[in-house]
């Protein structure tokens, strides 16, 4: 993130979700209490799997980080988010614009593959359940973890050292309720060809390359339910199964649509999808996947029949 400051910005304004009076309250309300059951759930979560000694286990090691990361990014963005519904201006100074920037982008990549992480951990309970415990090792989970967080440092690094790189003259009002990449570069009064194409290639691997593991995974795992002989078993898995792939196909389907939209230039399309996996997935991820890990393990019983 070390960078020259070329802009003659030192602060922004964030225009917020909406520019209709009789919405702001309604919307700082709605997206306080989307915010709170956030916050409780996943350290409810947390909390729960680090006192829990029968929660130690690879699958839950992956669901404590993911909620640790809904934690901690719907935090860089929400508060600001709030406070836009109820001031006149919301200003955000540009060092903690590119702040916000960054960690908003390091906890969404790692997010990315943290789920593929878990895709993983799935395949090879559901897959290969007498030899889950040797692939999926404690050493294997932290492997993958702390790849998943170089992941995000190397995307978030990339991101803001190429917006640093860039010159802001005179418009500051950022058409979004936080600093993000896309509506940061139509206010540059510099070229952002570079900043772009990065977008393009970081972007494109962060979610190209985890929705493929996940789709390959997932693809095994479907032929693997459909061998076990137990119907009951069979419809269980498939029930569980179907929570985390709606939270997945969220998560990675808002994001995809939000930067193909802003890149072909329809910016409030992309403010309203960026809401989903911003504010709605973290809400609803933590309850569906702690019950799809729990019927997950009795999909490796049956799986190992």
Do not use: W
């Amino acid at each position: 993130m070390v960078s020259t400051n070329n802009s003659l910005v030192t602060e922004f304004v964030l225009a917020g979700l909406t520019d209709h009076p009789e919405f702001q309250q309604p919307l700082f309300f709605l997206f306080l209490v989307i915010y709170v059951v956030t916050m409780v759930g996943n350290l409810g979560l947390i909390t729960l799997i680090s006192q829990n000694s029968h929660l130690h286990t690879p699958m839950y090691y992956f669901l404590f980080h993911l909620s640790f990361i809904d934690l901690c990014y719907s935090s860089v963005f929400t508060p600001k988010m709030l406070m836009n519904f109820v001031s006149e201006k919301n200003i955000i100074s540009y060092v903690g614009c590119m702040t916000q920037l960054f960690f908003f982008l390091f906890f969404v990549i790692s997010e990315c593959y943290m789920l593929t992480s878990m895709a993983y951990d799935r395949y090879m309970a559901i897959c290969n359940p007498l030899l889950y415990k040797v692939t999926v090792s404690h050493q294997v989970c932290s492997m993958l973890t702390f790849a998943a967080y170089i992941m995000g440092m190397a995307g978030a690094t990339a991101h803001t050292g190429c917006m640093l790189s860039l010159s802001f003259c005179s418009a500051n009002i950022i058409n979004h309720y936080l600093c993000d990449i896309l509506p940061l570069l139509q206010l540059s009064c510099t070229s952002t060809y570079v900043n772009e194409v990065v977008v393009l290639i970081v972007v494109g691997i962060n979610i190209t390359v985890p929705s493929f593991t996940i789709l390959i995974s997932y693809v095994f795992i479907v032929t693997s339910i459909l061998h076990i002989k137990s119907t009951q078993g069979r419809s269980k898995a498939f029930s569980t199964c179907s929570s985390h792939v709606i939270a997945l196909s969220l998560f990675f389907g808002s994001a995809a649509f939000m930067y193909l939209k802003y890149c072909s230039g329809s910016v409030e399309q992309g403010k309203v999808s960026s809401v989903f996996y911003t504010n709605v997935v973290p809400m609803l991820k933590s309850p569906h996947l702690q019950f799809e890990e729990q019927g997950c393990q009795s999909c490796t019983e049956e799986s190992s029949d």
